[in-house]
């Protein structure tokens, strides 16, 4: 029996229905997806320990495919062996005609790989280049902490590897020392336009990993015995705490030099060039598999029989009891205290009652306070570093997600904007993720605007306005004014299902609220009642406004001011306080402009009815200033600076 002619001729197989599925399609990548037919077939036909009939069985080992525009080759495989896919309750096995709906609008074969299409297999949304080996080391930290033992591959381009996240992702590999991940680097000398550099090479790409600590295997990635051989390797020095890479040479195209070389990255082939690929591939499996026989097949080995970990939940306590019991009375009784320290605490109060909650920090643990989580001896092992490699820490948390915890992703707000497109990919992935922003806004003063949060919030409130796969907004955005706000909506974020953005602040502020107030997702609290004009806030701006008010009072206006703490919001609720207000609304926020006030403005715009709106906004670069009130006053969005507006408005001169 040959191991290797099987190997041959199902590889040949998966790849004849790869060409017809994208010449069907249109589009897709069948000379990517050509270059890893071998690979594939080894990986799923031999070496992982996995079911079909339960693609998402958890002891079973995972493959995520970094390359995402190879996604065709896994489809072909998976229609050869009847993988199951669908959504939750209308499951069923993929056959050949469904591989060949790749890429319409009704079909669950999405272009890329996408778990929330239907096809579970996946752990992750890819196609951005760079991210799948951080969600690898996520699924990685996840099956080391419920005790499986698994291995997850992850095959990557070798244009591909010229992102910086991949090396970010090794870095934290070795650091973890999470030898249940391995590598499988695809080295097929083209990437889109041209041949890769030579610093993408199997030999330097090797170096590189072996640099970082890694074992590589350099290999043939068309030859059957030398794949199996490297998996081998690779489980046996995994098993050993040695962590282990493999890089392949392979070709683009394999098995058909009509589409062969450059200038074929995603473009399919049709007509006679379609037809003499398939006859190629035809006289090559004659060649390769003289020695098949009877009886010549490949086995899928199961995985251990084991369930996934219940998480023990339970409730938190309040945030005055929380202060208490981490021995913060007597914080409490000044009546101020910062909000990235409020969320830090609640963090710690929900890792104690929510066994699935991780803490994830890119190097500055002591600032956002999830430090706090990690000091905690009860906790540590559910806090996991990832210095200063932002893109990482979001992909990372996104497979951590994909294996059934809660992640917890803390920065500085400013760096999380490193990190957009890692973050909408989560969100594509269905991640239940939560990304905390610390120094929000202008309240990094004296560090200058490369500290300073600017135009995160117009970012994340455009996701917001979006649905994602289960209906809800794409992302909540929550500003919370004072710490009790914080700590509950930190709960509130653990509660939920999927991505929320919370920013956070580094000056201590005063209690607005106290432990009564109920916060929710959407919702929003009316912090003094008027009948001239509403003022809408959020964060470290409320507190201005707050001082704002006196000012106005003495002028004889009467207004009502809103904490605008979540994005989305009721805006039927806030239209009929606007009304309420002579219909004069002004909106102030510490970030650039597209943020709150525009999604208060969209809101009136929506309404039809007559409204007036003025936003107040950071709107020239900062600078360094010594004190935040400095600041403020040099953007022209002080107390004083927002009363003048407000009377302005209604025709006040002087305030």
Same mark, same amino acid.
């Given at each position: 029996m040959?191991f290797e002619?099987?190997?041959?001729a199902?590889?040949?197989?998966?790849?004849h229905l790869?060409?017809?599925?994208? @010449?069907e399609a249109g @589009?897709g990548?069948p000379?990517?997806?050509m270059s890893?037919?071998?690979?594939?077939?080894?990986?799923m036909?031999?070496?992982?320990r996995?079911?079909p009939t339960?693609?998402?069985?958890?002891?079973?080992?995972r493959l995520?495919?970094s390359?995402?525009?190879?996604v065709p080759?896994?489809y072909?495989a998976? +229609?050869?062996?009847?993988?199951?896919?669908g %959504?939750?309750?209308?499951?069923r096995?993929?056959?050949?005609?469904?591989a060949?709906?790749?890429? @319409?609008?009704?079909? %669950?074969?999405?272009g890329?790989?996408?778990?929330?299409e239907g096809?579970?297999f996946f752990?992750?949304a890819?196609?951005?280049l760079g991210?799948?080996?951080s969600?690898a080391a996520?699924?990685?930290?996840?099956?080391?902490?419920d005790?499986?033992?698994?291995q997850?591959?992850?095959?990557i381009?070798d244009g591909?590897?010229?992102?910086g996240?991949?090396?970010?992702a090794?870095?934290?590999i070795?650091?973890h020392?999470?030898?249940?991940?391995?590598?499988i680097?695809?080295?097929?000398q083209? +990437?889109?336009?041209?041949k890769?550099?030579?610093?993408?090479?199997?030999g330097v790409?090797?170096?590189?990993?072996e @640099?970082?600590?890694?074992?590589a295997?350099?290999?043939?990635?068309?030859?059957?015995?030398?794949?199996?051989? !490297?998996?081998e390797i690779?489980a046996?020095k995994g098993?050993?705490?040695e962590?282990? +890479?493999?890089? +392949?040479n392979t070709?683009?195209?394999w098995?058909?030099?009509v589409?062969?070389g450059g200038g074929?990255?995603?473009?399919?082939l049709?007509?006679?060039?379609?037809?003499?690929?398939?006859?190629?591939?035809?006289?090559?499996?004659?060649?390769?598999?003289?020695?098949?026989?009877a009886?010549?097949?490949?086995?899928?080995?199961?995985?251990s029989?084991?369930?996934?970990p219940?998480?023990?939940i339970s409730?938190?306590p309040?945030?005055?009891g929380a202060?208490?019991?981490?021995?913060?009375?007597?914080?409490?009784s000044?009546?101020?205290?910062?909000?990235?320290k409020?969320?830090?605490?609640a963090?710690r109060?929900?890792?104690?009652?929510?066994?699935s909650?991780?803490?994830?920090?890119?190097?500055v643990?002591?600032?956002?306070?999830t430090?706090w989580?990690g000091?905690d001896k009860?906790l540590?092992?559910r806090?996991?570093?990832?210095?200063? !490699?932002?893109?990482?820490?979001i992909?990372v948390?996104?497979?951590?997600?994909?294996?059934?915890k809660?992640?917890?992703?803390?920065?500085?707000?400013?760096?999380v904007?490193?990190?957009?497109?890692?973050?909408?990919?989560?969100?594509?992935?269905?991640?239940?993720l939560k990304v905390v922003?610390?120094?929000?806004g202008?309240?990094a003063?004296?560090d200058?605007?490369?500290?300073?949060?600017?135009p995160?919030?117009?970012w994340?409130?455009?996701?917001s306005?979006a649905?994602? %796969?289960r209906?809800?907004?794409a992302?909540?955005?929550?500003q919370?004014?004072?710490?009790?706000?914080?700590?509950g909506?930190?709960?509130?974020?653990?509660?939920y299902?999927?991505?929320c953005y919370m920013?956070?602040?580094?000056?201590?502020?005063?209690?607005?609220?106290d432990?009564?107030?109920?916060?929710?997702?959407g919702?929003f609290?009316?912090?003094?009642s008027?009948?001239?004009?509403?003022?809408?806030? !959020?964060?470290?701006m409320?507190?201005?406004?707050?001082?704002?008010?006196e000012?106005?009072d003495?002028?004889?206006?009467?207004?009502?001011?809103i904490?605008m703490?979540?994005?989305?919001f009721?805006s039927d609720?806030?239209?009929?306080?606007?009304?309420?207000?002579?219909?004069m609304i002004l909106?102030?926020?510490?970030?650039?402009?597209?943020?709150l006030?525009?999604a208060?403005?969209?809101?009136?715009?929506?309404?039809?009815?007559g409204?007036?709106?003025e936003q107040?906004h950071?709107?020239?670069?900062?600078?360094?200033a010594?004190?935040?009130d400095?600041?403020?006053?040099?953007l022209n969005?002080?107390a004083?600076?927002?009363?003048?507006?407000?009377a302005?408005?209604?025709?006040v001169?002087?305030v």
């Open positions: 040959s002619a099987a190997v041959h199902k590889a040949i197989q998966l790849d790869v060409l017809d599925m994208c @010449a @589009a990548h000379t990517s997806a890893l037919g071998h690979i594939t077939t080894v990986l036909y031999h070496t992982m996995w079911v339960h693609p998402r069985y958890p002891s079973s080992d995520v495919l390359e995402g525009h190879a080759i896994i072909a998976c +229609a050869d062996l009847g993988v199951y896919f %959504h939750e309750d209308d499951m096995p993929m056959t050949v005609e469904d060949k709906t790749l890429r @319409a609008i009704d079909s %669950h074969i999405d890329h790989p996408n778990p929330m096809f579970p752990d992750a890819t196609g951005s991210m799948g080996l969600v996520g699924l990685g930290i996840a099956a080391r902490k005790g499986f033992d698994k997850i591959y992850c095959i381009g591909e590897s010229r992102e996240q991949i090396w970010e090794v870095d934290f070795v650091d020392k999470l030898s249940n991940v391995v590598p680097f695809n080295c097929n083209y +990437a889109q336009s041209d890769v550099s030579n610093q993408q090479s199997s790409t090797a170096k590189k990993l @640099a970082a600590g890694f074992i295997e350099v290999i043939d990635g068309h030859a059957p015995e030398a794949i199996r051989a !490297a998996l690779a046996q098993a050993n705490g962590p282990v +890479a493999i890089v +392949a070709v683009k195209g098995g058909s030099p589409c062969q074929w990255h995603g473009k399919p049709t007509g006679e060039k379609l037809e003499l690929a398939h006859e190629e591939l035809d006289a090559l499996r004659v060649q390769l598999t003289s020695s098949l026989v009886g010549d097949d490949l086995k899928i080995y199961p995985p029989e084991s369930t996934a219940e998480p023990a409730d938190a309040s945030f005055t202060m208490k019991a981490y021995d913060m009375a007597s914080v409490l000044t009546g101020k205290l910062s909000t990235r409020a969320f830090g605490l963090l109060a929900l890792g104690h009652v929510n066994s909650v991780f803490a994830l920090d890119a190097d643990k002591n600032s956002t306070f430090q989580f000091d009860d540590e092992d806090m996991v570093e990832c210095k200063i !490699a932002e893109q990482n820490m992909s948390a996104a497979g951590l997600s994909s294996a059934g809660v992640p917890f992703a803390a920065t500085f707000s400013k760096f904007t490193r990190a957009y497109d890692q973050i909408e990919l989560a969100i594509n992935s269905g991640a239940n922003g610390s120094h929000s202008v309240g003063a004296s200058g605007p490369s500290q300073m949060s600017l995160d919030i117009a994340f409130r455009s996701l306005s649905k994602d %796969h209906g809800n907004p992302c909540y955005v929550l919370p004014a004072d710490a009790f706000a914080a700590y909506l930190t709960q509130v974020m653990a509660d299902q999927g991505m920013r956070t602040c580094r000056p201590d502020v005063e209690f607005l609220y432990d009564s107030t109920v916060f929710n997702l919702g609290e009316v912090l003094t008027g009948r001239d004009l509403m003022i809408v806030s !959020a964060g470290y409320l507190h201005e406004c707050n001082k704002a008010l000012a106005l003495k002028a004889g206006i009467d207004a009502t001011l904490d703490y979540s994005l989305p009721d609720g806030i239209l009929d306080i606007a009304n309420d207000n002579g219909g909106t102030v926020e510490d970030n650039y402009g597209g943020g006030g525009s208060v403005a969209d809101a009136v715009t929506g309404s039809g009815d409204f007036t709106i107040m950071v709107g020239r670069i900062p600078k360094s010594r004190t935040v400095d600041e403020l006053a040099y969005l002080t004083k600076d927002i009363a003048k507006c407000a302005g408005m209604l025709g001169a002087a």
